[in-house]
């Protein structure tokens, strides 16, 4: 009887001491006794079982490979748990502590540490190394050997650089506009290199013809680019080339420091401007309200209708002010400017309503906008009345803000 009793206190201090047996006994259910890097242990050893039978479905590893692969993992999950584990099981356990993931800053760290390695450092040490020496070798030979190029030479290959992207482009299939683009826009430097090479040829060109030479310049670049437009069918390059004939026609924007001048090189262009950009809105918006396809140069019609509408209205503000003809001012004149002025503006808002011609009605409403702000500076205010104009323009614009927030489509970059 002693024995007995002896054998059973032994067997009742070797199943509480013994972790496995004691987890068997309970049943394990859940992971909250396991501390957090176990249960992450352990939720990695489900996703590596899960992956091996993938790698098996796909043919990647052998059945043999797969049942060995996957006995030694559960080898590990039983050295975790304390018993035998099937994947089922795993699964069910750790479906609670997918979220437990740790700390986005161990992520940072984690991947900090993974990108500097020891391959890693010495690839950034490489390319720091090849940058200096590179840049040692260009002062030491390329450098000398550049200077030994004249001017002339510069000149040509800049050009040839230039031509080469415009021409090459047409090589390469889905992306050849995006090449040829800055090689049209990089014309515009070779132009004014050749321009400070030959300054005194253009001056003296200035002098006798009484001209300015970038208007020649401008119709050599509109005919480059249409001609690259073309050929791309390309709306950008279109754009480009509708602003390079729209300066060829005189209009200008200078930029200086903190300032921008819109407008035109001077007084005899305007009205040569202004008709041309109205013969080109003409076709265009024609063309658009019936609906016409017109063949090959439909990708002018961004152009047109954004810079030609711009130019057109610019030269409708400047002739329609009381200050164009000062000194000579004629009343049957200005009031013939002003219905012009007004004309247009009520044609682009009803074209562009009717006929959904949205850039038209947009560019028309704003500079019709400005008009009437235009006519207001006009009126006779004296020297005492200066305050009350101040605060009518104010109310004005104030008011003006609340109609175009309210009415959108009638202005332009109004959200």
């Known amino acids: 009887m002693i024995n007995q009793l002896i054998s059973l206190f032994l067997v009742v201090i070797f199943l509480f001491s013994t972790p496995s047996v004691s987890f068997a006994q309970n049943n394990i259910n859940n992971l909250d006794n396991l501390p957090p890097e176990k249960v992450q242990e352990l939720i990695s050893i489900r996703y590596s079982i899960t992956t091996i039978e993938e790698l098996e479905n796909r043919g990647l590893l052998s059945e043999t490979q797969a049942i060995t692969e996957t006995k030694s993992y559960l080898k590990k999950s039983q050295l975790i748990v304390g018993e035998k584990l099937s994947l089922e099981q795993i699964i069910q356990l750790t479906n609670n502590y997918e979220i437990v993931t740790p700390g986005s800053q161990t992520n940072i760290i984690q991947k900090i540490a993974g990108f500097v390695t020891f391959t890693n450092i010495i690839l950034t040490s490489a390319a720091i190394l090849l940058v200096l020496a590179v840049a040692s070798l260009a002062s030491l030979y390329l450098i000398p050997i550049l200077m030994l190029i004249p001017d002339w030479g510069y000149e040509i290959i800049i050009y040839l650089v230039c031509f080469g992207a415009i021409v090459g482009g047409n090589f390469v299939t889905g ?36 001209s300015y030479p970038y208007y020649l310049d401008s119709f050599i670049l509109f005919i480059i680019w249409a001609i ?127 006929w959904q011609v949205l850039l038209l009605q947009r560019i028309g409403g704003t500079f019709f906008f400005l008009y009437l702000i235009e006519k207001y500076f006009e009126l006779p205010w004296h020297e005492k009345l200066w305050a009350w104009a101040t605060l009518g323009l104010a109310v004005i614009l104030y008011l003006s803000a609340l109609v175009a927030k309210k009415y959108p489509e009638y202005f332009f970059l109004v959200n």
């Open 175 to 210: 992306i050849g506009e995006f090449i040829a683009f800055p090689g049209c826009l990089g014309l515009i430097g070779a132009i004014s290199f050749s321009h400070y090479l030959h300054r005194k040829f253009f001056q003296k060109l200035v002098d006798e013809k009484n």
């Open 228 to 354: 690259a437009a073309i050929i791309y069918q390309s709306s950008l390059l279109g754009f480009i080339a509708i602003i390079a004939l729209e300066t060829c026609l005189g209009f200008s924007v200078v930029i200086t420091p903190l300032c921008y001048m819109i407008g035109f090189t001077e007084r005899d262009v305007i009205s040569r401007a202004m008709s041309a950009s109205l013969i080109l809105l003409t076709l265009y918006v024609s063309a658009e309200i019936a609906n016409f396809e017109l063949p090959y140069i439909g990708i002018f019609s961004t152009g047109v209708l954004f810079v030609g509408t711009f130019v057109y209205f610019v030269g409708t503000l400047i002739v329609s002010s009381k200050w164009y003809d000062y000194g000579k001012f004629n009343i049957n004149r200005y009031l013939w400017l002003q219905f012009l002025t007004i004309g247009s503006g009520v044609t682009a808002l009803y074209i562009g309503s009717v």
